[in-house]
């Protein structure tokens, strides 16, 4: 059994039974909405607060929204013990956290894409020439919150809980995330030149890396514990 | 080469304080059906997803075509296919989508002619581009069962194989099973029902208070009670 085949059997399985259910999508979508609004409505007069709290806001939006996706992850393999198949199968366990976390990835930022122009016009936002670093931000924050995340839905997913305990598990450790993301955002749509905020895209993609480096390396015992 | 498929020695499985499984030995050879029996909560299902890989033994020795199932789980793995109690199906994957899945797990890639072989001969041919959501529990088993036809596994475990099945269904139970013992396959099952398994089992057991009494096949004839 190809690990690569595996991943993309995994990825296909994932978004083709979101397309169809759209569960995830709306409820994601839903909370979304309701972040934008309310912060518009707090912020409505005053542009100097947007510009020092839209990053936050942003993130805010983007990190709750993806926790609830994420919840959602490995629950969907309780339907019909299908977990129990996947536990089985003769694949490598981390080729079954890497589909997930893929599959994750490009359904969250999938959805990111469709808040992004709520936030413009919401915040009255010029983001066009800053599009391009924004992405690579947004692809960062995300890689490395559903990397935790996909670990932790995996973690918890046998528990009763478990709606409750992901948020508790992954939000400490998404802390490093958060922080880059923020940080790198304000930078950005503050207008400080790239060099400022540059580390913090480094931070952000390094602490990427090391959640799914530790991440691959105990998938596999969290699977078959 | 030895045919032996599954070697099991004193084997045994706690719950924290509750030993449910107490120094099991037994051997299956292929090409042979066991039929296990036992009252609710005997541990038929436990042994059998012991046997499945989905639990480890608290002790013992279980070996499958000669790789143990602790220290050499992946391969063990591919060598046998479990039809459990839950169908593992994906509710929004189709008869074929989710045989494709399921089939990719395994690094086989059955052509369309085979999936509609195997969907027309377990009787759900119809509905191969149905939602699997859509099915009864009927139709879950048999489409469960069309996965055990395309994966040809050397060890064939059923959990309950007749539960949720109409006659025919049944029938289609034991036609499979005999085409598969014929194959060499071993098929290692629990059910309740020994009249039914009469037809196919050469070798059955009955699990009793943790350990495993193996039984004449006439038992499975007669009218008194196993346990």
Not at chain 1, 40 to 66: K, N, P, Y
Not at chain 1, 75 to 96: F, H
Not at chain 2, 215 to 224: C, N, S
């Amino acid at each position: 059994m190809s690990f690569f085949s595996a991943i993309r059997w995994i990825i296909w399985k994932d978004l083709l039974s979101e397309l169809r259910s759209r569960e995830n999508f709306s409820s994601m979508l839903f909370f979304a909405l309701a972040v934008i609004l309310i912060f518009s409505f707090s912020f409505s007069t005053d542009q100097e607060a947007v510009r020092e709290l839209i990053a936050g806001v942003i993130w805010v939006a983007f990190g709750f929204t993806a926790i609830i996706g994420l919840g959602k992850s490995f629950a969907v393999e309780l339907q019909n013990d299908c977990l129990e198949a996947l536990q089985i199968n003769p694949i490598p366990k981390g080729a079954i956290y890497l589909g997930k976390l893929l599959a994750n990835v490009i359904f969250i930022f999938s959805v990111e894409l469709l808040l992004l122009p709520l936030f413009v016009i919401f915040f009255n936002l010029d983001i066009l020439e800053k599009l391009p670093v924004l992405l690579v931000i947004m692809i960062g924050g995300t890689l490395g919150l559903s990397a935790l995340g996909t670990l932790f839905s995996a973690l918890t997913v046998q528990i009763r809980a478990r709606e409750v305990m992901l948020p508790i598990l992954l939000l400490p450790m998404a802390v490093p995330v958060f922080i880059g993301a923020v940080e790198a955002t304000r930078g950005l749509l503050g207008g400080a030149p790239f060099a400022f905020y540059r580390p913090w895209i480094d931070l952000l993609l390094v602490f990427d890396v090391i959640f799914i480096v530790v991440s691959f390396w105990v998938i596999d015992f969290v699977l078959d514990a | 080469m030895s045919s032996l498929v599954i070697h099991a020695e004193a084997l045994s499985k706690s719950y924290h304080h509750f030993q449910v499984l107490r120094d099991l030995s037994f051997e299956l050879e292929a090409g042979v059906c066991y039929a296990l029996f036992g009252p609710n909560g005997a541990g038929k299902t436990t042994l059998l997803k012991i046997l499945a890989t989905v639990h480890r033994p608290s002790g013992g020795r279980l070996m499958i075509m000669g790789k143990d199932v602790v220290a050499d789980r992946d391969a063990v793995r591919g060598r046998l296919f479990l039809v459990a109690h839950g169908s593992h199906l994906y509710d929004e994957l189709n008869a074929v989508e989710n045989l494709r899945f399921a089939m990719g797990l395994r690094g086989l890639a059955p052509s369309d002619r085979d999936i509609k072989l195997a969907l027309d001969r377990v009787g759900v041919g119809a509905f191969a581009d149905l939602k699997s959501r859509y099915f009864s529990a009927g139709m879950k088993k048999r489409l469960a069962i069309a996965k055990a036809l395309l994966a040809r596994p050397p060890l064939l475990l059923l959990d309950e194989a007749y539960s949720s099945l109409d006659e025919k269904g049944i029938a289609l139970v034991n036609q499979v099973i005999r085409e598969a013992t014929g194959a060499g396959t071993a098929v290692f099952m629990t059910t309740h029902d020994r009249a039914k398994v009469a037809d196919v089992a050469r070798r059955a057991g009955v699990l009793r208070q943790g350990a495993l009494h193996e039984l004449p096949l006439t038992a499975l004839t007669g009218t008194h009670e196993l346990f």
